[in-house]
Each structure stands twice: as structure tokens, then as C-alpha cells.
């Protein structure tokens, strides 16, 4: 459903390039990490990676890494917040906190907890972790902000919520209250996109509790859904600079990922939902993923 | 004044807070009747969200509104609004620590009828014991308004218990909240008598009673149960040597679990508990009900004379 996009929405291609390569980058960071941590989810973290790419490298999230605060920024919210180090290595990527941080992550003292800290870490809008509830809190956010500028519209300009919604984490209800809830308030400034990897902890999500057609579902609830190559860094900036674009009511964007994409033995198995890597198999990770640089991209 | 019930204050003093300039903004689960939050959807449209019968997105949605920089107060039933989204309420409220003000109505045994299903008697021992919450519970209508402007100026999330029932008015108009400050009521010499909520008018009533008997009760409104007011409740347990708690509350994990837990540290002296012993609620009217779990001032004074 990408076809007709007027030039505007087309990513430049040298920007294309910096978030390939930032991708990259962070592809290794979160590997890395998540090595050096002994713990974590390296699968749905990977899956992520060209999604939160585009969002904060991309130029989709209007954002000021050195002003986590900025009113005028969008907000984005990791619904599901085991993906920590996707978004601690967008965070780190963008300039919201130094690289050096990353290898603490879920140590004793660090700013990068095991899920998102908004207490902790500069650039976490609203803390994460219990899956389902995420989407409730970008609908109160996108609905207090475009209150706001109902009541001040000379103060700001439209700012956008994104929110980051694991497919597995649709089966739990509250989602699709909070669906209703979007769709109710006619909420233009909201979108939700779904890391559609297929896979949860025990297993592929159409054995462990069938989703059923997702489009049909948000359809129904009276959202505009999109769906997406969410690999594709072009692709994902035009259907989500579409997305934000659209403010007759809330968008789903669908994007179709690989779980533990770019990493070939973790590609696709539910066994690396949530298990770190051995200090090998970093290493063979890492060979899968050359530094951008020494790729002739930067 | 004539009694009034403590939800009665919800609406009413949200719509003055805003008419003061502050940024709030409500977030019912359909219940907003009942709650009174109607009155404040009626003055301010704009700020009113109902999320229909959906809690989890009720507390998500006001957490959400917290986010972007408004006071967000959240309605529903005590029962509904803390068993049935307690994970909202920990996980993205207070780990988060936001401005997100928990207001249920319907707190208690005294909501009647209704019966055991919605007779909350575990809240207060369900949010005290979550890290940055504050948990008030007033003694009557204008003890509620003060709880409900305190909330709304203190950052971070609040637990207010509001009831169903009409209660006798205990505090004089203009009555300010101090979050952590008992109020001693009445004072006494042989039996500190600590209540909160409704308990508070029969602790009042016992006091009476007992001074008929000879007996000097002090009794203290704890009218915030975290933090706990300890110097207070201390002063009065060193000076009584004797402790009767009162709450419309199980006896396990609330006012009266937490006044023992600090008073076993600083100032350990016999205790009795008054309360919903460890069962469920029943229909019934309040004030039958009362009787029936042993609330009553009667029931308060019986446990000061055990004591003595």
C-alpha cells in the first residue's frame, strides 16, 4: 500500500545511506550489550532496529537529542519495553547520552535498566516493561497534546506520538481498549507500529495464541492501517511519514520483521527472544555485521 | 452542614482547580455518576475522557495525559480502579512517577448492597506498598476537597479513598491537607484511639462513650496512611501506652497494619485492631453492614476496654 507517494515523502537518498548505516551501528551495539549484560532480548531488539532507525535517525521523529525535554518534540513510546536496547541504541546513536553507557546496560548503578527507566535515562518518555499498556498511554499523550493545541495553537506546532507495539503483546487486552479509546477521540496524531516479527517466548504467535488478521483487527477498530517492509529504511520513511501525515483519526503501521534480523543464527528463532549471546557467538555476530565504515557507507 | 458522602467532593473541586489555573485533566470509566467526575465533564468538556468500561486503558490514558504535562485524576470504583489495574498502576504510574491521582469512589463496606464483589476493603493495603505512592483517606466531605487540592498541587501519584455513604461532617470550613500530618482530634490520656475514613466519626462517638465510663481516649484522624504521620502517633502511644486502630478496611495490611509497624519500632505498646476480619463483604445496608463487621463505636470502644 505504498504506491502513490508524492516526492515529498520519498527519503533523500543520503539520508537512506546515514540510517543503514546508523542501523548498522546499532545492530552491533545491541548485540554487544546485550553480551556484555549476560541477559536480555536480543531477538525483538534486531527485529526493531530499521523501525526506530527511521524514526530517530530518519528524520520521522521531530526531535532535540541535546533537549530531551523540547516541548515541540514527538513523543515515542517502546510498548514493549524488552526491546530496551534498540531504543538505548537509537538513544546513544542520536546523542542523547554517551556510547560508553551501553555496556552497562542492566548493571548495578546504570542509567540502562533492563527495561525502559523514563527516571533513569535521558530520552525515555514514559517507563515500559509490562507488555499492553503502552499503547493506553500514547492515546492520553497524543490526546492531552492535541488538546493542548486546540486550546494554544500558536504555541505549538503538530506533534506527533509513535508508539512501538511487539505483535505478540496484541494479545493482551488492554490494547485493543486503548484501540477503541484512539479511535474514539479521532486521535490524527497517533501511530502505532507493530514489530510484526511472528514470534513470542514459547514459540511462533499463531500457535501460542492465533492474532488472526492484525489489518482486519485495526481496520475494525477503525484505524487506517498501513503495511510495510519493516526492513526496508525507504519504505519505512514513506509509509511513516505518510502516517504522521494522516490526522483524520489513528494509523497502524504494520510492519513485516524478521526476529533477530541481520544476525543469521538468531533469524527467526523464538529461542533468542530472550537470551544473551556467548562471548563466541558475539564475536560471530559481529562478523555478520561489519562496521559500516569498512562497508564504503557512513 | 449536613452529612454529605466524600465522593461528593470529586467533581465539584476538580472544576474550582481548574477555575484556580490548574492543568487538569479526568479520565472516567464510565462510572462518572456515580463518582460525581460528571460534574466536571459537564464544566470542562475538553479535559473529560471516558474511556468506557476499560480501567487498565483508564489509569494508561491518565498516565499518558501525565506525560504530557497535565494533573491527571482518574475515577471508577476503589474495587475496580485498584485490583483490576494494579499492574497499570505500578508498572507505568509509579515507576514512572507520575502526576496521575487514583480518585475511585465506592471504598468499603459502605458502599452496601452491592455486596462482597464491590466492597473494596484491600486498597489501601494494595497501593501503600507501592514505592512513591501516597495514600489518603478523609474523614468527610471537606476532608475530601482538602485531600483532593493537596493532590493536585504534590507531584507524583496519589490514592485517594472516597466512600459512597453520607458521613458527619468532622473538619470546619477551609480545612488544608498536610500529606503526612495525623490530626489529633480529641485528646486523651489512657487509650489512643487511631482511626481514618469512616471510622473516624465512630472513633469520635467511642471517645464519648468510653469518657462516660471514666475512660480518656485520645483519638487521632490518620488521615494519610503513607507517609505515616510517626511522630504523631508516636507521642500519643508513648503517652496512652495503649493503641485501638479503626478502619472500614481488612484488618490485614492497612491503617491499622500500618500504624503497628511503625509504632512495633519506635514505640511497641499493646494494640487492637478493628476492622473487616480476613473475609469478603456481604449485601446488606451500611449501616447494618457496619454492625455486622464490628465498625461501630461500640465495637471501637469494646476493643479500648480490652486493653485496660
Same mark, same amino acid.
Given at each position: 500500500?505504498?504506491?502513490? =507517494?508524492?516526492?515529498?515523502?520519498?527519503?533523500?537518498?543520503?539520508?537512506?545511506?546515514?540510517?543503514?548505516?546508523?542501523?548498522?551501528?546499532?545492530?552491533?551495539?545491541?548485540?554487544?550489550?546485550?553480551?556484555?549484560?549476560?541477559?536480555?532480548?536480543?531477538?525483538?531488539? =534486531?527485529?526493531?532496529?530499521?523501525?526506530?532507525?527511521?524514526?530517530?535517525?530518519?528524520?520521522?521523529?521531530?526531535?532535540?537529542?541535546?533537549?530531551?525535554?523540547?516541548?515541540?518534540?514527538?513523543?515515542?513510546?517502546?510498548?514493549?519495553?524488552?526491546?530496551?536496547?534498540?531504543?538505548?541504541?537509537?538513544?546513544?546513536?542520536?546523542?542523547?547520552?554517551?556510547?560508553?553507557?551501553?555496556?552497562?546496560?542492566?548493571?548495578?548503578?546504570?542509567?540502562?535498566?533492563?527495561?525502559?527507566?523514563?527516571?533513569?535515562?535521558? #530520552?525515555?518518555?514514559?517507563?515500559?516493561?509490562?507488555?499492553?499498556?503502552?499503547?493506553?498511554?500514547?492515546?492520553?499523550?497524543?490526546?492531552?497534546?492535541?488538546?493542548?493545541?486546540?486550546?494554544?495553537?500558536?504555541?505549538?506546532?503538530?506533534?506527533?506520538?509513535?508508539?512501538?507495539?511487539?505483535?505478540?503483546?496484541?494479545?493482551?487486552?488492554?490494547?485493543?481498549?486503548?484501540?477503541?479509546?484512539?479511535?474514539?477521540?479521532?486521535?490524527?496524531?497517533?501511530?502505532?507500529?507493530?514489530?510484526?516479527?511472528?514470534?513470542?517466548?514459547? +514459540?511462533?504467535?499463531?500457535?501460542?495464541?492465533?492474532?488472526?488478521?492484525?489489518?482486519?483487527?485495526?481496520?475494525?477498530?477503525?484505524?487506517?492501517?498501513?503495511?510495510?517492509?519493516?526492513?526496508?529504511?525507504?519504505?519505512?520513511?514513506?509509509?511513516?511519514?505518510?502516517?504522521?501525515?494522516?490526522?483524520?483519526?489513528?494509523?497502524?503501521?504494520?510492519?513485516?520483521?524478521?526476529?533477530?534480523? #541481520?544476525?543469521?543464527?538468531?533469524?527467526?528463532?523464538?529461542?533468542?527472544? +530472550?537470551?544473551?549471546?556467548?562471548?563466541?557467538?558475539?564475536?560471530?555476530? =559481529?562478523?555478520? =555485521?561489519?562496521?559500516?565504515?569498512?562497508?564504503?557507507?557512513? | 452542614?449536613?452529612?454529605?458522602?466524600?465522593?461528593?467532593?470529586?467533581?465539584?473541586?476538580? @472544576?474550582?482547580?481548574?477555575?484556580?489555573?490548574?492543568?487538569?485533566?479526568?479520565?472516567?470509566?464510565?462510572?462518572?455518576?456515580?463518582?460525581?467526575?460528571?460534574?466536571? %465533564?459537564?464544566?470542562?468538556?475538553?479535559?473529560?475522557?471516558?474511556?468506557?468500561?476499560?480501567?487498565?486503558?483508564?489509569?494508561?490514558?491518565?498516565?499518558?495525559?501525565?506525560?504530557?504535562?497535565?494533573?491527571?485524576?482518574?475515577?471508577?470504583?476503589?474495587?475496580?480502579?485498584?485490583?483490576?489495574?494494579?499492574?497499570?498502576?505500578?508498572? *507505568?504510574?509509579?515507576?514512572?512517577?507520575?502526576?496521575?491521582?487514583?480518585?475511585?469512589?465506592?471504598?468499603?463496606?459502605? @458502599?452496601?448492597?452491592?455486596?462482597?464483589?464491590?466492597?473494596? $476493603?484491600?486498597?489501601?493495603?494494595?497501593?501503600?506498598?507501592?514505592?512513591?505512592? /501516597?495514600?489518603?483517606?478523609?474523614?468527610?466531605? /471537606?476532608?475530601?476537597?482538602?485531600?483532593?487540592?493537596?493532590?493536585?498541587?504534590?507531584?507524583?501519584?496519589?490514592?485517594?479513598?472516597?466512600?459512597?455513604?453520607?458521613?458527619?461532617? $468532622?473538619?470546619?470550613?477551609?480545612?488544608?491537607?498536610?500529606?503526612?500530618?495525623?490530626?489529633?482530634?480529641?485528646?486523651?490520656?489512657?487509650?489512643?484511639?487511631?482511626?481514618?475514613?469512616?471510622?473516624? %466519626?465512630?472513633?469520635?462517638?467511642? %471517645?464519648?462513650?468510653?469518657?462516660?465510663?471514666?475512660?480518656?481516649?485520645?483519638?487521632?484522624?490518620?488521615?494519610?496512611?503513607?507517609?505515616?504521620?510517626?511522630?504523631?502517633?508516636? %507521642?500519643?502511644?508513648?503517652? *496512652?501506652? /495503649?493503641?485501638? *486502630?479503626?478502619?472500614?478496611?481488612?484488618?490485614?495490611?492497612?491503617?491499622?497494619?500500618?500504624?503497628?509497624?511503625?509504632?512495633?519500632? @519506635?514505640?511497641?505498646?499493646?494494640?487492637? /485492631? @478493628?476492622?473487616?476480619?480476613? *473475609?469478603?463483604?456481604?449485601?446488606?445496608?451500611?449501616?447494618?453492614?457496619?454492625?455486622?463487621?464490628?465498625?461501630?463505636?461500640?465495637?471501637?470502644?469494646?476493643?479500648?476496654?480490652?486493653?485496660?
Amino acid at each position: 500500500m505504498t504506491e502513490g =507517494l508524492s516526492d515529498t515523502a520519498r527519503m533523500q537518498a543520503s539520508v537512506a545511506t546515514r540510517v543503514r548505516a546508523g542501523a548498522l551501528r546499532m545492530r552491533r551495539d545491541i548485540v554487544e550489550m546485550i553480551g556484555a549484560a549476560g541477559s536480555g532480548h536480543p531477538g525483538g531488539s =534486531l527485529s526493531a532496529v530499521d523501525i526506530v532507525a527511521t524514526l530517530y535517525l530518519g528524520g520521522i521523529l521531530r526531535h532535540k537529542p541535546d533537549d530531551p525535554s523540547w516541548p515541540e518534540r514527538d513523543r515515542f513510546i517502546l510498548s514493549k519495553g524488552h526491546a530496551a536496547p534498540v531504543l538505548y541504541a537509537a538513544l546513544a546513536e542520536a546523542g542523547y547520552f554517551e556510547r560508553t553507557h551501553l555496556k552497562t546496560l542492566r548493571k548495578l548503578g546504570s542509567i540502562l535498566q533492563g527495561h525502559p527507566d523514563c527516571k533513569k535515562t535521558p #530520552g525515555v518518555e514514559v517507563s515500559t516493561g509490562s507488555l499492553g499498556q503502552g499503547l493506553s498511554v500514547a492515546a492520553g499523550l497524543a490526546a492531552g497534546l492535541a488538546r493542548a493545541q486546540d486550546v494554544r495553537p500558536a504555541a505549538y506546532n503538530t506533534r506527533t506520538v509513535f508508539v512501538l507495539l511487539g505483535d505478540g503483546e496484541l494479545q493482551e487486552g488492554q490494547v485493543w481498549e486503548a484501540a477503541m479509546f484512539a479511535a474514539h477521540q479521532g486521535l490524527g496524531n497517533l501511530v502505532a507500529i507493530v514489530d510484526n516479527n511472528g514470534l513470542q517466548i514459547d +514459540g511462533a504467535c499463531n500457535d501460542v495464541m492465533s492474532l488472526g488478521s492484525l489489518a482486519d483487527k485495526f481496520t475494525a477498530f477503525g484505524w487506517e492501517v498501513i503495511e510495510v517492509d519493516g526492513h526496508d529504511v525507504e519504505s519505512l520513511y514513506a509509509v511513516l511519514a505518510r502516517a504522521r501525515a494522516h490526522t483524520a483519526g489513528p494509523v497502524a503501521v504494520l510492519a513485516h520483521t524478521v526476529k533477530g534480523k #541481520g544476525v543469521s543464527f538468531m533469524e527467526n528463532e523464538a529461542g533468542w527472544h +530472550g537470551k544473551a549471546p556467548s562471548d563466541a557467538q558475539v564475536a560471530e555476530a =559481529l562478523r555478520e =555485521l561489519p562496521i559500516a565504515e569498512e562497508k564504503g557507507i557512513q | 452542614m449536613t452529612a454529605k458522602a466524600t465522593r461528593e467532593a470529586l467533581g465539584e473541586t476538580l @472544576v474550582t482547580l481548574v477555575e484556580g489555573g490548574v492543568d487538569i485533566a479526568v479520565v472516567e470509566a464510565d462510572l462518572s455518576k456515580s463518582t460525581t467526575t460528571a460534574k466536571f %465533564a459537564d464544566a470542562y468538556p475538553e479535559r473529560f475522557f471516558n474511556v468506557g468500561i476499560a480501567e487498565q486503558d483508564m489509569i494508561g490514558v491518565a498516565a499518558g495525559l501525565a506525560v504530557g504535562g497535565q494533573v491527571a485524576f482518574t475515577g471508577s470504583f476503589a474495587v475496580f480502579a485498584t485490583g483490576r489495574t494494579y499492574d497499570q498502576v505500578r508498572n *507505568t504510574v509509579c515507576y514512572s512517577g507520575l502526576d496521575v491521582k487514583l480518585t475511585p469512589t465506592h471504598a468499603g463496606i459502605t @458502599v452496601g448492597p452491592d455486596g462482597g464483589s464491590h466492597q473494596m $476493603i484491600e486498597d489501601i493495603a494494595l497501593m501503600r506498598v507501592l514505592p512513591g505512592m /501516597r495514600v489518603l483517606v478523609p474523614a468527610d466531605y /471537606r476532608s475530601a476537597k482538602a485531600a483532593i487540592r493537596a493532590a493536585a498541587s504534590t507531584p507524583g501519584p496519589f490514592y485517594i479513598r472516597l466512600g459512597r455513604s453520607a458521613l458527619p461532617e $468532622i473538619y470546619s470550613e477551609g480545612h488544608e491537607w498536610e500529606v503526612g500530618r495525623a490530626h489529633v482530634l480529641r485528646e486523651g490520656s489512657d487509650v489512643t484511639i487511631a482511626a481514618c475514613g469512616v471510622e473516624v %466519626a465512630q472513633a469520635l462517638l467511642a %471517645a464519648e462513650a468510653l469518657a462516660n465510663e471514666g475512660i480518656s481516649a485520645e483519638v487521632i484522624d490518620v488521615a494519610t496512611i503513607k507517609p505515616i504521620d510517626v511522630e504523631t502517633l508516636a %507521642a500519643s502511644a508513648a503517652k *496512652t501506652g /495503649r493503641v485501638v *486502630t479503626a478502619e472500614e478496611h481488612s484488618v490485614l495490611g492497612g491503617m491499622g497494619s500500618a500504624v503497628s509497624e511503625v509504632l512495633s519500632e @519506635v514505640c511497641p505498646v499493646p494494640t487492637r /485492631r @478493628v476492622g473487616v476480619a480476613d *473475609t469478603f463483604g456481604t449485601s446488606g445496608n451500611p449501616d447494618e453492614l457496619m454492625v455486622y463487621f464490628g465498625l461501630t463505636a461500640d465495637d471501637i470502644a469494646a476493643a479500648a476496654k480490652e486493653l485496660l
